[in-house]
């Protein structure tokens, strides 16, 4: 457990790693949103950062991110809340009423009932489609062959407000080659978010063209759970 003080020192040093890789690519730090992956962490450590004006934060697990951010975004406004983890179709409900995007569409049937829910609830977050991109088989996503075809499943028959694509590639490869097919799949369908690149990466996914990178462990430090 990080002492608070470290937190809010990692969350620059963190913001200004991305400026400088923004910089070196000749693109704009204002354009790559940081989503601070707080899965696993208190209240009182997301707190710190939400005193600071950071207001840009991922959760993975429905139920864990219901009883810390109902609090949370009672006591803090503009939170934008992403939705990183796999969804099961019995929290689709809950998903849609607390988060402002939803980073892992994956599947037919979950894009349906999304879609359901969200005239439903007359609440429509934004989506991001989860790709598999380096095909493994213990991760989500759709393989990047089905990427071209369910988006636009998607977007034209679901009426899902896609907005963008992300990845999560494998460990201990080469990163950039996964990041370049990410981006040539927002890129062919004109989608504007590019959400790749985590604690151990995202200075190379900026590289790659990422609009959002997603830290967890280099701001808050490593999960113990
Ligand atoms: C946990 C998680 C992250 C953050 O991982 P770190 O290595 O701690 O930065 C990013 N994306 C997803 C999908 C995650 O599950």
């Not at 139920?63 to 951010?69: L, P, R, S, T, Y």
């Not at 979950?110 to 609440?123: F, R, V």
């Amino acid at each position: 457990m990080l002492m608070f003080k470290e937190i809010s020192t990692n969350l620059k040093v963190v913001k200004d790693n991305i400026a400088r890789a923004a910089h070196a690519s000749n693109r704009s730090p204002n354009d790559i949103t940081l989503i601070a992956v707080s899965k696993t962490h208190s209240s009182d450590a997301i707190r710190i950062l939400l005193d600071e004006g950071h207001k840009t934060f991922g959760e993975s697990r429905v139920q864990e991110a219901i009883n810390k951010w109902t609090q949370l975004k009672a006591d803090y406004s503009d939170v934008k809340l992403h939705f990183i983890g796999p969804l099961q179709t019995n929290k689709i409900r809950k998903v849609v009423e607390i988060f402002d995007v939803i980073q892992s569409v994956d599947r037919l049937k979950l894009a349906e009932l999304l879609s359901k829910e969200m005239k439903n609830l007359g609440h429509f977050p934004e989506c991001l489609i989860q790709v598999n991109i380096g095909e493994e088989v213990q991760k989500s996503g759709v393989s990047p062959q089905e990427a071209d075809s369910f988006i636009d499943i998607c977007t034209n028959k679901c009426n899902l407000p896609i907005r963008g694509v992300m990845c999560v590639p494998p460990v201990d490869v080469d990163p950039k080659p996964h990041f370049d097919l990410l981006r040539e799949i927002a890129k062919r369908h004109r989608l504007s978010v590019i959400s790749m690149g985590m604690s151990r990466d995202y200075e190379t996914a900026i590289q790659c063209g990422a609009t959002h990178v997603r830290v967890g462990s280099a701001i808050f430090g490593q999960r113990i759970m």
